[in-house]
């Protein structure tokens, strides 16, 4: 087949180790860049070879968003949790009308939570898996420059850190979302399921409220 069809092998970075023991061949090497290697796949000790043609593809493979959120982890929340103790009220019981009453509490909390929960700029992509968090994404990050970079030990640690938290995640997410389609009727049930398939995109996903709580509201 090599030589009918004139095929030549195209990976020349190393795939594990110092040898090049994972390989691509084709016979249309000019419509390819020149492969690149990225971190292993889970628990494999083989870099993972990417082969991307020089053609732009036209195939949708969903697109990055920005976000702006609150960073509302344990820390901030065990901040704000002090901060509201510690808050004395007297001001607000001498004030003589609720509508002002009301709105000293609300300016209260709301300065409250610009202090102890601050703003961040995110990024997401719409072909996320509904389990990935931001904390997930990052240590991804973390990995693939430290792959990168060439330093192997810590890219081996931070790749065993993503599988642990990949199989913490979705075990995590798919068992109390199975728990909670129990109890819905035939039409919810269908709606959440186009949602894990990834079938449903568009509009407010009626599984906000499960994705509040277990993925930091973070339905795609």
Same mark, same amino acid.
């Given at each position: 087949?090599?030589?009918?069809?004139?095929?030549?092998?195209?990976?020349?970075?190393?795939?594990?180790?110092?040898?090049?023991?994972?390989?691509?061949?084709?016979?249309?090497?000019?419509?390819?860049?020149?492969?690149?290697?990225?971190?292993?796949?889970?628990?494999?000790?083989?870099?993972?070879?990417?082969?991307?043609?020089?053609?732009?593809?036209?195939?949708? +493979?969903?697109? /990055? &968003? @920005?976000? !702006?959120?609150?960073?509302?982890?344990?820390k901030?929340?065990?901040?704000?949790?002090?901060?509201?103790?510690?808050?004395?009220?007297?001001?607000?019981?001498?004030?003589?009308?609720?509508?002002?009453?009301?709105s000293?509490?609300?300016?209260?909390?709301?300065?409250?939570?610009?202090?102890?929960?601050? +703003?961040?700029i /995110? &990024? @997401?992509? !719409?072909?996320?898996?509904?389990?990935?968090?931001?904390?997930?994404r990052?240590?991804?990050?973390?990995?693939?420059?430290?792959?990168?970079s060439?330093?192997?030990?810590?890219?081996?640690?931070?790749?065993?850190?993503?599988?642990?938290?990949?199989?913490?995640?979705?075990?995590?997410?798919?068992?109390?979302?199975?728990?909670a389609?129990?109890?819905?009727?035939?039409?919810?049930?269908w709606?959440?399921?186009?949602?894990?398939?990834?079938?449903?995109t568009?509009?407010?996903?009626?599984?906000?409220?499960?994705?509040?709580k277990?993925?930091d509201?973070?339905?795609?």
């Amino acid at each position: 087949m090599k030589t009918h069809y004139r095929f030549v092998q195209v990976v020349n970075v190393v795939t594990r180790g110092q040898a090049i023991l994972d390989k691509i061949w084709t016979n249309m090497e000019e419509v390819y860049t020149p492969p690149v290697t990225i971190s292993e796949l889970g628990s494999s000790d083989h870099n993972m070879v990417l082969l991307k043609p020089k053609a732009k593809n036209s195939v949708d +493979t969903g697109c /990055v &968003t @920005r976000l !702006t959120v609150r960073c509302m982890g344990p820390k901030e929340k065990a901040t704000f949790s002090m901060a509201l103790s510690a808050i004395k009220w007297e001001p607000l019981f001498r004030l003589d009308s609720c509508a002002d009453q009301y709105s000293y509490y609300q300016t209260v909390i709301c300065n409250l939570m610009e202090v102890c929960f601050p +703003t961040k700029i /995110v &990024t @997401r992509h !719409t072909a996320d898996k509904p389990w990935v968090t931001d904390w997930f994404r990052d240590l991804v990050r973390k990995r693939q420059r430290a792959h990168m970079s060439g330093d192997l030990n810590q890219a081996n640690i931070l790749r065993n850190k993503v599988n642990r938290a990949a199989s913490k995640l979705t075990y995590n997410f798919y068992q109390t979302q199975i728990a909670a389609m129990h109890e819905s009727g035939s039409h919810d049930w269908w709606n959440n399921m186009k949602t894990i398939m990834g079938l449903k995109t568009n509009g407010k996903s009626c599984m906000q409220g499960l994705a509040n709580k277990t993925t930091d509201g973070d339905c795609g």
